[in-house]
């Protein structure tokens, strides 16, 4: 097994990894777990994947593939932060926004979760975010929509409960 390129590899793409992580998973500890699960698994079969075209993609796939499984064995049991009120911790409207679609993308179900992130994060086409999600392009494209259109939906009526129903 080639340590080296694997140390190399992880050098290069920790941090982006450990990003693309933070936003499927909504929280800085569970993204360093999913980050360490999934190169675990990596680093297991990477002298096949460093032989690849695109290792990141692989890679991505078995993110995303870690961040469903632990989101499918959490989903019977939800450890929440806040009491289920919204509560806006700055007053002004460019951070109350901001947290909102945070709220709201943290309650996408994670294979919509996944397409949003690898498509406005990670800059992906449809054509890769397909393959790291192990799906067709088609079903990308669908997952995408209903993210947004949930995403729209649901920040309309928080806005209105932000601003008190004035708006």
């Given amino acids: ?4 390129s694997f140390q190399e590899y992880v050098a290069s793409r920790g941090h982006a990894l450990a990003r693309t992580a933070y936003l499927l998973s909504g929280s800085h ?4 777990d999913l980050v360490q699960a999934a190169l675990a698994k990596a680093y297991a079969r990477w002298t096949h994947i460093a032989t690849l075209d695109s ?4 890679v991505r796939r078995i993110l995303a593939n870690q961040h469903v499984s632990w989101w ?3 989903r019977r049991e939800r450890l929440v932060d806040r009491t289920p009120e919204v509560a806006i911790a700055d007053a002004t409207t460019a951070y109350a926004t901001a947290d909102l679609v945070r709220q709201v993308v943290r309650s996408l179900p994670p294979r919509q979760r ?6 406005y994060f990670d800059d992906l086409d449809d054509a890769a975010i397909a393959a790291a999600l192990g799906c067709s392009v088609a079903t990308v494209r669908s997952q995408i ?9 649901r920040c309309d009526l928080a806005d209105l409960i932000a ?3 004035t708006s």
């Fill in 1 to 4: 097994m080639d340590d080296v």
């Fill in 29 to 32: 500890a569970d993204a360093d």
């Fill in 55 to 58: 290792p990141d993609a692989y």
């Fill in 72 to 74: 499918r064995s959490r």
């Fill in 114 to 119: 996944a397409a949003i992130v690898f498509r």
């Fill in 145 to 153: 929509s209903r993210a947004l259109a949930t995403l729209r939906e």
């Fill in 163 to 165: 601003t008190g129903g």
